[in-house]
């Protein structure tokens, strides 16, 4: 069994799209992929050549590529358009009629995506009796949801 993980962290949703378009011809029509889908606050800005992701918050300030302003605005507008939802929705749709492989879209973040949301598992912070404070999942949450993940290519009409 071949495999590639080509996640990053921090991605946002545009830069995991455009990783699945530079590596669609490396798919074959038997294989799995699944798609974690992250947090429509995240974005992208191209800066000297190169893609550059941020999470969508004002603790960005100190990045000389913001101002409070911009930044409060961008989150503003995030925060209260569905727009972004529909958009990777859309990639979703695109994506599941295209390939003929398995394709597990997942997100563990509160919007509705058209695939799977796993979440409520559990965190860094809770393992860590709160002496960590990071929301993202930890060694038990990471089982949970691997778990999760093979429980749902096991069953069938996965698309």
Known sequence: IESANLGMGGLDNYGIFESL??????????D????????????RLSIDENWHSYTMNTNNTDNPYFKY????????????????????????NFINTT???????????PWSINGHKLSNFETISQETNGVVNDKHFSET?????????????NKTNLI
């Open 21 to 30: 378009c530079e590596n669609i011809t490396h798919i074959n029509d038997n």
């Open 99 to 109: 390939m003929k492989c398995k394709v597990i879209n997942w997100t563990a973040f």
């Open 141 to 153: 949450g990471q089982k949970t949801v691997a778990q999760k993940l093979i429980n749902i290519i």
């Open 32 to 43: 799995i992929v699944i798609i974690g889908w992250s947090d429509i606050a995240r974005f």
């Open 69 to 92: 302003d911009f930044l409060e605005a961008l989150l503003f507008n995030r925060s209260t358009q569905n727009n972004y939802i529909k958009e990777v929705n859309n990639w979703i």
